[in-house]
């Protein structure tokens, strides 16, 4: 199995551009994690699906952040329009049922 | 709610000497633990689980764990530590009723040749 697929794996980007980051999750997981990963706030839940249907987006920081997952092998995480404190790595994480959950490499934004 | 409490923000050791990390959580039920390990920028690894059975859980690259229901922890251990074990290592737990894993804060550790 490829593990869980992100892209890109490094994005920099000006201020008030739109930033797309997309994950495809491990095969037959139905569960998808974003995360964000700052040196100040360490490791945070931004939202999570369940059989693609979003069910916890409490950590989304604002409304320019949004996510979807239109299918079993996609989901995208959206900024717009993006900000320099948005600079951060960005993971996707799968897993089935309560089994093991896996982290993707992760997507380093940098917004100037 | 459910959360997890990593004590140390760095360990350090010598290389050939034990390592423990320390972690301790609440849940509520019987908990489903794991440990993470995370390397200079990449994503965070599968080290082991602890589910049901044994309280000792052994896992990947010789690290071991044990499970200890009256004192809530779960607590990560190699009996010799290598440089190569330099890392940031996470634990994190969820609840037979949770959907989604807590994590701790993360432990540095720091193994010196």
């Known amino acids: 199995d490829a593990g869980v697929i992100q892209s890109p794996r490094h994005e920099v980007t000006e201020m008030g551009q739109e930033v797309t980051l997309r994950c495809k999750p491990i095969?037959?997981?139905?569960?998808l994690f974003w995360y964000r990963q700052t040196m100040m706030r360490g490791l945070e839940l931004l939202i999570y699906?369940?059989?693609?249907?979003?069910?916890?987006d409490s950590g989304m920081p604002e409304d320019r952040f949004s996510a979807k997952m239109p299918n079993a092998s996609f989901s995208t995480l959206k900024i717009q329009p993006s900000e320099p404190r948005d600079s951060a790595v960005y993971f996707c994480?799968?897993?089935?049922?309560?089994?093991?959950?896996?982290f993707g490499p992760g997507t380093r934004l940098t917004v100037l | 709610a459910q959360s997890v409490a990593q004590p140390e923000d760095q360990v350090n050791v010598a290389e050939g000497n034990p390592l423990t990390v320390k972690c301790t959580y609440s849940?509520?039920?019987?908990?489903?633990l794991f440990w993470y390990v995370q390397y200079p920028n990449r994503g965070l690894q599968f080290l082991l689980k602890?589910?049901?059975?044994?309280?000792l859980v052994k896992g990947s690259y010789g690290f071991e764990a044990e499970f200890n229901k009256s004192q809530t922890s779960f607590h990560l251990k190699k009996p010799s530590a290598l440089v190569s074990d330099s890392a940031l290592y996470f634990c994190?737990?969820?609840?037979?009723?949770?959907?989604?894993?807590?994590f701790g804060g993360g432990t540095r550790v720091l193994v010196k040749p």
């Open positions: 095969s037959g997981h139905d569960y």
């Open positions: 994480a799968s897993r089935a049922s309560t089994d093991t959950q896996y």
């Open positions: 994190a737990v969820f609840g037979a009723a949770g959907n989604k894993l807590t």
């Open positions: 849940v509520s039920g019987n908990p489903y």
């Open positions: 699906f369940n059989n693609n249907v979003p069910i916890d």
């Open positions: 602890y589910i049901t059975g044994d309280n």
